[in-house]
Structure formats: structure tokens, C-alpha cells
């Protein structure tokens, strides 16, 4: 709607936005080749780590019960990374991992195989690993300390289970009761150029 079309940069950055996937199908190919290395850190500072990414917009917040529990307030955006290229700069022995429990209080209640790393000492949530998909790894948007681009729209999923006094983020979004459509990689708009 009225926003200019940028052409591919140089030298790519985060930050770069405006493409559009119907419009302009060769800058997506393109975009999703990049890598962005994101730099991340607990609150202490104790844990330090690096991880790259090709979809480092932080555009989808889940209101589920478990991401509220360990992400606070209204709960967790988390980004898209490659699980391989985790690297742990220090504070390794700091880090403790988390299962947490679906469906807690209920005949259904089961501990899930997703691990939620955390830093020991400040309990900054760090990293979701599950290994149903061994290739990925969703670093917590809060624990990232490079720059991250905003995206242009949010999506907000779980709103079944979002209580009344959780409000939603301010700004163009899509709400869904479970989980949208589309994943982060299928979503031509939330992979930074």
C-alpha cells in the first residue's frame, strides 16, 4: 500500500525491507539464501552464544500457556535458526534445559520432547530445540542482543489460550486461535533482505 520497492542491496543488512514476494519472486530466492549471524547473551551475561539464521524477523508471539509461564507477560517470540550452527562462547556449565508440561492439570498432561534452554543463574530463557526437526533451533527474540528488524505485520497465535488480561502488540497483525497457515520460512515477508 503506497510503500516503495527497494532493489537488492550490495551488501545485504538486516533491516532492508520493502520486497514483495508476488512482485518481485527472484529477491525472495534470494533473501532466503542469506544467512544473518545473531549474537545472543542472558541477562547476567554469564551465557554467550551465536547462531545464524535466515529468518531473523521477530513477527510471531504465542500466547500458549507454556510461553507465557517461561517467556513472561503475554509470551514468547521466538526466531527461526539453523540448529548446526549454535555455538555456546561461554557459560556452557550455566546452561540447564527445560520440558515443559502441555496440558498441565488435565487427564492429558505429558512432559513434551522440546527442550527450553535457560541460563541457571538469571533464568533468561535462551533457545527451543526440539528434535522432531533437527535442523532448527528458535532462539528467544529477547535473549538476541544484535538488532533485530521489526516486522511489518505480527502474527499472534494461541489466542485460545491467551487470558483476557493479555493484550496483543499494537500494530497490523493477524490473530489465530491455534497456529496461522504459514511457518516462518514459508512466509516470503518475514525473512529479512
Not at 88 to 99: A, F, M, N, P
Request: charged content about 25%; glycine content about 8%.
Amino acid at each position: 500500500m503506497g510503500e516503495e520497492l527497494r532493489s537488492a542491496p550490495s551488501r545485504p543488512e538486516i533491516g532492508n525491507f520493502g520486497f514483495r514476494y508476488e512482485e518481485q519472486t527472484w529477491i525472495f530466492i534470494f533473501m532466503v539464501m542469506m544467512v544473518y549471524s545473531l549474537e545472543g547473551s542472558c541477562q547476567c551475561g554469564a551465557v554467550e552464544f551465536t547462531v545464524d539464521s535466515h529468518t531473523p524477523v521477530p513477527y510471531q508471539l504465542c500466547a500458549c500457556t507454556i510461553c507465557r509461564k517461561v517467556g513472561g507477560y503475554g509470551g514468547a517470540v521466538n526466531l527461526g535458526a539453523m540448529a548446526t550452527t549454535l555455538k555456546v562462547k561461554s557459560g556452557e556449565e550455566d546452561i540447564r534445559k527445560y520440558h515443559a508440561i502441555a496440558d498441565r492439570g488435565t487427564p492429558d498432561e505429558k512432559r513434551l520432547q522440546s527442550e527450553r534452554a535457560f541460563c541457571v543463574h538469571c533464568a533468561t530463557m535462551l533457545w527451543v530445540y526440539d528434535s522432531q526437526w533437527p535442523e532448527l533451533i528458535h532462539p528467544f527474540a529477547s535473549a538476541i542482543d544484535t538488532p533485530l528488524p521489526p516486522p511489518d505485520e505480527m502474527v499472534c497465535v494461541m489466542a485460545c489460550s491467551k487470558p483476557d488480561w493479555v493484550r496483543w502488540p499494537d500494530g497490523e497483525k493477524q490473530v489465530y486461535d491455534k497456529y496461522g497457515p504459514d511457518s516462518i520460512e514459508d512466509d516470503p515477508q518475514q525473512v529479512a533482505s
